[in-house]
């Protein structure tokens, strides 16, 4: 997973209310990434590698233009996995900047 902060692409793909972007391996955030938003997004690489590019694409936004953000499967599937890799990271004390440099 490949982490770009302070993207100037999610200024012209993205809502303002948007932090991150994922598309295949890599993560485009607007600001500084933090460890929340890096297992969110950890998660849906998982699913592109998962489902593919085409398959990601469909299945989100079919699940996105029919149940919304907050119950998109595919939302609730990264949010879930985000808190259990949260736990994970912090139970074995990692730091954002350990996640950035290739120490997870």
Known sequence: MTVHEHSRLLRWLLPDDKEAFTFGQHVFCRGRASLPLLAHEAAHVGQFRRYGIVGFFRRYWMHQLWNGYVRNPMEIEARE????????????????????????
């Open 81 to 104: 996995r985000a808190v259990r890799i949260l736990h994970a990271w912090k139970r074995l004390g990692y730091t954002v900047e350990d996640f950035l440099e290739g120490r997870v």
